[in-house]
């Protein structure tokens, strides 16, 4: 879990995985601000997956 829920934030995370080039495929909530960060840092993701509660 992060601190904050905006995108900043989120970048911020995702930008410290490892290995970011090999992910094909995001199951998120699909909230504005976290659906652009993942377009943002990680662009070769061809489609996300909302996750269904």
Do not use: E, F, G, H
């Not at 199951?27 to 662009?43: E, F, G, L, Q, R």
Request: net charge positive; hydrophobic share 45%; with cysteine.
């Amino acid at each position: 879990m992060l601190r904050k829920r905006n995108k900043d934030t989120v970048i911020n995370y995702l930008s410290k995985l490892q290995d970011i080039d090999k992910i094909k495929l995001a199951a998120m909530d699909m909230w504005n601000p976290y659906k652009s960060a993942v377009n943002t840092v990680i662009p070769q993701i061809k489609s996300a997956c909302p996750l269904a509660w």
